[in-house]
C-alpha cells in the first residue's frame, strides 16, 4: 500500500503542536516531549529526527523565518533602521503566532536569540568580532526595536504597521 503524503512535514506538525500546548496555557517547564509528540500525533523517533530537544523547536523555526526574511531582503538596495525595523515587523506579523508562544515560553532566549542575531546581522562581514561600541550600538537598536514589536504583537496589533514604524521615527528610536 503506498504511503499517504503528509499536507505539513513532520517538523511543522512538532512546531505546532508545542505552540498549541502554550497556547492551552501549559507552562513550558511542564511541558515534555511525550506531550509535544502526542499532540503532533507523531513518534518520538520523528521528534528526534528534526529536533534535538523541545527549546531546538524555537531555535530551528526561528532561522527559517531569517532565512525568508534574508529572501524578502536580497534585492540589493540601501536599508536605513526604520526599513529594518519596517521589514521585521511585517515579519513578526506574519508569525505572531510563533513569536508570541516563543515569548511566553522563554522570555530570556527569544529577546537573546532575537537580538543575538540582529547583531550579527548588523555586524560587518557577519562576524561576531566586533568593536564595543559598534556592539552596544547594534544592541541598541536590536533591544529597542524588538522591545517595541513585542508589545505590538502582545496588544494584539493594535495600530497598523505604517503607524507603528512612524511612531519609531518620530521618537527616532
Not at 532575537?114 to 568593536?131: A, C, F, M
Amino acid at each position: 500500500m503506498p504511503k499517504v503524503k503528509r499536507p505539513v512535514s513532520v517538523s511543522e506538525m512538532i512546531c505546532d503542536a508545542l505552540l498549541r500546548l502554550i497556547e492551552s496555557g501549559r507552562p513550558y517547564g511542564s511541558i515534555t516531549i511525550q506531550d509535544i509528540v502526542d499532540e503532533a500525533g507523531a513518534c518520538r523517533n520523528s521528534f528526534y529526527r528534526n529536533y534535538s530537544s523541545k527549546e531546538d523547536i524555537f531555535r530551528k523555526r526561528f532561522l527559517a523565518i531569517c532565512n525568508e526574511a534574508d529572501a524578502d531582503q536580497a534585492v540589493p538596495r540601501h536599508f536605513d533602521f526604520y526599513d529594518i525595523f519596517e521589514a521585521a515587523c511585517r515579519k513578526f506579523y506574519q508569525h505572531r503566532r510563533f513569536f508570541r508562544c516563543y515569548y511566553t515560553a522563554d522570555p530570556r532566549s527569544y529577546f537573546d536569540t532575537i537580538t543575538g542575531h540582529v547583531i550579527l546581522s548588523n555586524s560587518p562581514g557577519r562576524s561576531p568580532d566586533i568593536s564595543a561600541s559598534d556592539y552596544y550600538t547594534y544592541a541598541c537598536r536590536a533591544w529597542i526595536g524588538i522591545g517595541v514589536i513585542t508589545e505590538w504583537f502582545l496588544r494584539d496589533c493594535d495600530i497598523p504597521i505604517e503607524e507603528l514604524v512612524e511612531i519609531v521615527r518620530t521618537h527616532r528610536l
